[in-house]
C-alpha cells in the first residue's frame, strides 16, 4: 500500500534523461536510474558505486523516487521505506 508521500508525490520531468546527473559530470558508470518526483533529478540506484539518487534524498530531504528504467514504474519513498 502506498504511503502518503507516493499518493502526494508530483511527476518532475527529468533534468537529465540520458543519465544519472552526477555520473555523466564525472564520467562515472551507473547500473539503474532512478528520478526524483519533487525536482526531476536523475540520480544512479543502490547498487551503483555512486548512489547518486540516495545521496540526493539526503541532502534534498525529497521523499519519492521512481525507477527511470523502461518499462519500470515502481515508486520508492525513503521516508516510510515503502514501494509502490
Known amino acids: 500500500m502506498a504511503c502518503e508521500h507516493i499518493r ?5 520531468p527529468a533534468k537529465t534523461p540520458n543519465g544519472c546527473e ?14 526524483c518526483l519533487s525536482c526531476g533529478h536523475v540520480g544512479c540506484c543502490d547498487s551503483s558505486p ?5 545521496g540526493h534524498y539526503q ?3 525529497h521523499p519519492v523516487m521512481q525507477s527511470f528504467e523502461p518499462g519500470q ?3 520508492w519513498c525513503y521516508v516510510d521505506e515503502v514501494q509502490a
Open 50 to 54: 555512486g548512489k547518486h539518487a540516495t
Open 59 to 61: 541532502s534534498t530531504q
Open 22 to 35: 552526477e555520473c555523466l559530470k564525472t564520467g562515472s558508470k551507473w547500473v539503474q536510474l532512478r528520478r
Open 73 to 75: 514504474s515502481w515508486k
Open 8 to 12: 502526494k508525490a508530483g511527476n518532475a
